[in-house]
């Protein structure tokens, strides 16, 4: 039998992307709303035991999403995303850095430019993501520090949240 909620993530490395797939048992508008509302991210987006805390959100083309993921024994690893373009409902593409709290680049971990898809499918929801880097040597520095495994748990999290 196939577990539809299996995060699916796969490396594109001529592409220099990681492919990530992921059916989801609620109707795309719930999805979307997940992924687009801070109250909403902020419950599932850090794998446990960290948390994510937004401190603004504004999702629209030329938005921007700041946020920290706070650690269990209170580190903050801040983050800026920036809205590229939104399709409400459809798609998104962002660019995502580490930053300090006001939202100014460190550049500790490669950019990463994300291109997410939400479709209907029938158990409700498929999200299929694309995460691109500058180089294959970025791609495998953002492998290394768990992307796989932290956001496969997320993800687990966003299942539970629309559950």
């Not at 797939?21 to 997940?34: G, L, N, Q, Y």
């Not at 948390?51 to 920290?68: P, R």
């Not at 399709?87 to 990463?112: L, W, Y």
């Not at 209907?120 to 691109?132: C, D, F, N, V, Y």
Request: hydrophobic share 40%.
């Amino acid at each position: 039998m196939i577990n539809l909620h299996e995060t699916k993530i796969s490396q594109d490395i001529p592409g220099k992307k990681l492919i990530v797939s992921r059916e989801f048992s609620a109707p795309v508008a719930k999805v979307w709303r997940a992924w687009t509302e801070s109250s909403l991210l902020d419950q599932w987006w850090a794998p446990k035991p960290w948390k994510a805390e937004t401190k603004s959100l504004d999702f629209v083309t030329g938005g921007l999403w700041l946020y920290c993921m706070v650690g269990p024994a209170g580190e903050r690893h801040w983050c800026r995303v920036d809205i590229i373009s939104v399709e409400p409902g459809k798609q998104f593409r962002s660019v995502a850095v580490f930053c300090d709290e006001e939202g100014t680049p460190t550049n500790a971990a490669p950019e990463m430019k994300w291109f997410a898809q939400f479709e209907p499918s029938e158990s409700g929801t498929k999200l299929i993501a694309e995460i691109s880097f500058n180089t294959e040597a970025e791609m495998n520095a953002i492998v290394q520090m768990g992307f796989k495994e932290g956001f496969t748990m997320g993800l687990g999290n966003l299942d539970a949240l629309l559950a």
